[in-house]
């Protein structure tokens, strides 16, 4: 049984060690988010296309 945790979270490179942000990891059918200071409150997964979305929206 694959667990959340087993997946290759990752936080920004632009965090530098700090504890105030999120993490993503590529999920079989989805994208997870997670908040990095409470990762045992869980994650969001959202699918291709809202993920997508996001990132257009966070770079323009």
Known sequence: M???DTYAWRKASHSSGSESC????PLPA???IRDT???ERGHLEIGPAAWDELLRAIRD
């Open 37 to 39: 200071k409470d990762r």
């Open 30 to 32: 989805s994208t997870g």
């Open 2 to 4: 694959t667990t959340i």
């Open 22 to 25: 999120v993490e993503v990891a």
